[in-house]
């Protein structure tokens, strides 16, 4: 079993930054892919962007692209999302995920384990 657990969740007005942290303990892996997720109210999760483990391959949704940047701290075990021009419709639950292979894959289902999610709310 991997436990993950988000932060750096709030609220920040439109063009602020924000950066979340996910913080993986347990059995992990180390080839694994990790990516963020979100889910706004009445809508669908989605993908937001990830990186393999070494952090040599990212992707990102369409919508973040050049905005949102992924990283990871292989010593602290932990992955970020640094967020910067941030907008109103980036207001969402945003939850880390790892990846049941090597690949930053888009699909939720090709995740296996999940963090609780944790609150970004930008404001206009």
């Known amino acids: 079993q991997v436990q993950l657990v988000e932060s750096g969740g709030g609220l920040v007005q439109a063009g602020g930054s924000l950066t979340l942290s996910c913080a993986a303990s347990?059995?992990?892996?180390?080839?694994?892919?990790t990516a963020w997720f979100r889910q706004a109210p009445g809508k669908e999760r989605e993908f937001v962007g990830g990186?393999?483990?070494?952090?040599?391959?990212?992707n990102y949704a369409d919508s973040v692209k050049g905005r949102f940047t992924c990283s990871r701290d292989i010593a602290k075990n932990t992955v970020y999302l640094q967020m910067n021009s941030l907008k109103p419709e980036d207001t969402a639950v945003y939850y880390c995920?790892?990846?049941?292979?090597?690949?930053?894959?888009?699909?939720?289902?090709?995740?296996?384990?999940w963090g609780q999610g944790t609150q970004v709310t930008v404001s206009s």
């Open positions: 990186l393999t483990w070494s952090g040599r391959y990212t």
């Open positions: 347990g059995r992990t892996s180390s080839n694994t892919a």
């Open positions: 995920a790892v990846s049941r292979g090597t690949r930053v894959l888009v699909r939720d289902i090709d995740y296996e384990y």
